[in-house]
């Protein structure tokens, strides 16, 4: 478990919080490139405990600002895009992307207020469907090449979806395996496999077998069961710093992966953004989001708190482990459920948590280097650093002597499973 204090510099992101330092110097996803259409109107956004303005000058070029004007603090998400900036609609003040005033038009004739004004705005970069953003300090680091957002359009989709808990929750939610073997798979109902997880013991030998370790990026994971005498299944993935997972996800083999990415709206709200893609081809967006689940109006689960997540216990006897009919929903209803922001003074980890353990201690640090005036891990300063081959993503059968560490090593000096290109 962990104390109080270090319950609240996970969990706070806010302005000047520890934590909120941290994500601030890394690329954030801020809003689908589908919510801000060219020639649409401006998107006023709150992250990391901020709200702010997204928009396209004329340009094309998406632009954050704080979202009240530094006049007289109207709202800028109501302005005007026109003469290569935003422009209030109060006194006609205009914002260009890089939050220089270029005209106040109350102001007379040879007027250098102007240049005296520098309005809040954070480098923004488009790629794989959504548009990011940086609000650190000093030159932004380089976006980092993941190969899910380099691929074609039609061989990705990215979706998004709100939950009303801390970023931390869902963060935590997708490198727990076991949850996995359990609450996602129905069949658990017949054979009740899931008993193989004895209290306290590990996992009953043939069963599963949990691993990882740090790596530069963040945390290598991987689990194992067995298939028959000779083979075993054999799943790697990776927590990237400071809030992604990316996983085999809808796809086996070699042939794609899929990302969850959660990004703290404030300290008791998130957004998860999903990307799915595929590598041999087109993808079937529709179908793969009908999957993951049904997001209504607002970016919002029509499975919900609301509704009870839809759960249907008449299914839990024979068809269905939780009565919840989606995955992402199934996963909101955890994550929901543990609070708006998680007591971690009292839990009390087992076996399977020693990921959760490892990526804590990580964020921790990280947390620390930034206070101690250092970058943290995974934030790419250099093109050479831009590349990932030994971020691996697969789902495979191997041979039940094939050790985790060396199989991974294997698949990334071949090319052919890795998170990312460069």
Not at 104 to 122: L, M, T, V, W
Not at 196 to 209: A, D, L, N, Y
Not at 217 to 223: E, M, T
Not at 264 to 273: E, F, G
Request: net charge negative; glycine share 10%; hydrophobic share 30%.
């Amino acid at each position: 478990m962990l104390t109080q204090r270090e319950n609240e510099l996970l969990t706070q992101t806010g302005p000047g919080t520890p934590c909120g330092d941290l994500m601030r110097r890394y690329w954030q996803p801020t809003a689908l490139s589908e919510e801000l259409p060219t020639g649409g109107a401006p998107l006023p956004v709150r992250i990391l405990g901020e709200d702010l303005v997204l928009f396209r000058d004329d340009q094309d070029r998406p632009g954050l600002l704080g979202l009240h004007c530094s006049h007289r603090g109207a709202d800028l998400s109501y302005g005007r895009v026109e003469d290569g900036g935003l422009r209030c609609l109060y006194h006609g003040w205009l914002y260009d992307i890089k939050g220089r005033c270029l005209e106040q038009p109350g102001e007379p004739a040879g007027s250098d207020f102007c240049g005296k004004i520098h309005h809040r705005a954070h480098p923004c970069q488009e790629k794989g469907g959504v548009i990011f953003s940086y609000m650190g300090p000093g030159e932004p680091p380089l976006l980092p090449n993941y190969e899910f957002l380099g691929v074609p359009e039609d061989q990705r989709v990215v979706t998004k979806f709100i939950q009303d808990c801390n970023y931390l929750q869902g963060n935590e939610g997708n490198i727990d395996p076991v949850h996995n073997a359990l609450l996602h798979h129905p069949e658990v109902n017949q054979s009740h496999n899931y008993r193989g997880f004895h209290g306290g013991r590990g996992p009953i030998p043939g069963v599963q077998v949990l691993e990882c370790e740090p790596t530069d990026f963040g945390v290598a994971l991987c689990y194992t069961s067995p298939n028959d005498a000779e083979t075993k299944n054999i799943r790697t993935f990776n927590f990237v710093m400071p809030n992604l997972t990316v996983f085999p996800g809808q796809f086996r083999g070699h042939d794609g992966f899929s990302c969850n990415w959660h990004v703290p709206i404030d300290d008791t709200h998130h957004w998860k953004y999903t990307f799915i893609f595929r590598r041999s081809g087109p993808i079937d967006g529709p179908t793969m989001l009908s999957r993951l689940g049904s997001i209504g109006a607002g970016y919002r689960l029509i499975q919900n708190k609301d509704n009870r997540y839809m759960q249907d216990r008449s299914l839990l006897a024979t068809a269905s482990y939780s009565g919840i009919p989606s995955v992402a929903a199934q996963d909101t209803w955890a994550t929901e459920g543990e609070g708006t922001i998680q007591d971690r003074t009292q839990e009390h980890l087992g076996y399977s948590d020693k990921i959760i353990v490892i990526a804590r201690r990580m964020m921790l640090k990280a947390i620390q280097d930034v206070q101690h005036g250092d970058d943290p891990p995974h934030v790419i300063r250099h093109p050479d650093q831009n590349r990932f081959s030994h971020m691996v993503v697969r789902g495979d059968q191997v041979p039940v002597s094939t050790d985790w560490k060396e199989f991974r090593k294997d698949i990334a000096s071949r090319g052919q499973t890795t998170a990312a290109t460069g």
